[in-house]
């Protein structure tokens, strides 16, 4: 009965280590998922900022190649205007030079 005592009571004393190695288990379980979850947290917002500079900066460049088509759209529309300017100056002259020499043809004979 004494031995019979005395196994019942190591099995309750294992049962009670085994129960408090259980628990010390889940608590560090939990601990480590905390902090997994506020490094990965962290993770997300080091790559959120770094997405939000990369977006800032392909939209600075969006701006600048849209201020690059307008200014070669303003120049491109300068020259025309200089161009057409031109063709209008020279077109009564170059006119009346085509005039002159189908007018001035020599049939001689």
């Known amino acids: ?3 019979s005592s ?3 009571h190591t099995l309750l ?6 129960s408090t190695i259980v628990a010390q288990a889940r608590e560090y379980r939990v601990k480590r998922l ?6 990965a ?5 080091t790559i959120q900022e770094a997405k939000a500079r990369d977006l800032e900066e392909i ?3 969006s701006v600048n190649q849209e201020e690059l088509t307008q200014s070669i ?6 020259k025309m ?13 170059a006119v009346a030079k085509l005039v002159e020499a189908v007018v001035s043809v020599d049939i001689g004979a």
């Open 1 to 3: 009965s004494a031995s």
């Open 73 to 78: 759209q303003k120049d491109t529309d300068e």
């Open 81 to 93: 205007a200089a161009i057409k300017a031109q063709f209008e100056k020279k077109k009564a002259e």
């Open 13 to 18: 004393e294992a049962e009670k280590e085994a």
């Open 34 to 39: 905390n902090s997994a979850r506020i490094e």
């Open 59 to 61: 939209q600075k460049n």
């Open 41 to 45: 947290g962290a993770d997300i917002k």
């Open 6 to 8: 005395q196994g019942i």
